[in-house]
């Protein structure tokens, strides 16, 4: 299982990853929140000196968990780019290399925050451009958690981390989120950031440690 944590959401088994992505088995399909292809360049494209390669390493992680867990679609939960400077030669030539290795993948981006201002990735990518809610029931493929939609909804958008404290130490780590009527998953990108939340009563929180996930005892 690698490290994998396996729940069931909805009547469904799926598998939440340390690699901070969710696994659904009977579909094979890789769920991803908020990749944010391109962010490094965008912050660069107004004088930021931050450092490149997000993007292979974003490529590279992704392949790690495909590897691990054979996924025949993978389902972006929005904000697959950040913004218009992500349509970089750079960032889109690696995209483009990485996609043509892959023709037979399926992949779907629901559009979320981000995509409305970065505009939807070249028709040479092949991949499927959806609005939020995108229904495969049970579930409902989101971005933003807060939308009302039927079915389960899985979203992203608030790119969670939780504060593990012991004594006068504490660590931040990224964590899913899920309650009763939706699961919100933790930012999959390099260079992303991440929002402490609090868990509401009857919400169960999973960290990962990067190696593994675990439930924390609320």
């Known amino acids: 299982m690698n490290g994998a944590l396996r729940i069931e959401l909805a009547g469904e088994e799926v598998l939440l ?14 769920v991803i929140a908020d990749i944010h292809f391109g962010k490094a360049a965008s912050f660069r494209a107004l004088g930021v000196p931050v450092p490149g390669g997000t993007t292979r390493e974003n490529l590279d992680a992704l392949d790690a968990v495909l ?20 349509h970089a030669a750079a960032t889109q030539q690696a995209l483009h290399a990485w996609r043509m290795e892959r023709p037979s993948l399926r992949l779907i981006v629901v559009r979320g925050n981000h995509d409305a201002h970065a505009g939807d990735p070249p028709a040479r990518l092949g991949i499927e451009m959806v609005d939020e809610p995108y229904p495969q029931a049970p579930f409902a493929f989101c971005h933003h958690p807060d939308l009302l939609a039927p079915g389960y909804l899985m979203a992203g958008h608030v790119h969670p ?36 939340i609090v868990p509401q009563p009857g919400e169960r929180l ?9 439930e924390v005892p609320l």
């Open 67 to 86: 590897a691990a867990h054979p996924a025949r679609q993978v389902l972006f939960l929005g904000d697959f780019l950040h913004a218009k400077a992500a």
């Open 206 to 214: 999973f960290v990962s440690s990067g190696a593994a996930v675990l």
């Open 17 to 30: 990853l340390p690699q901070k992505a969710l696994y659904w088995p009977r579909e094979r399909m890789l």
């Open 161 to 196: 981390v939780y504060r593990l404290r012991a004594g006068r130490d504490s660590l931040r780590l990224p964590c899913f989120l899920a309650g009763d009527t939706r699961v919100v998953l933790p930012a999959f990108g390099a260079f992303t950031g991440g929002h402490a």
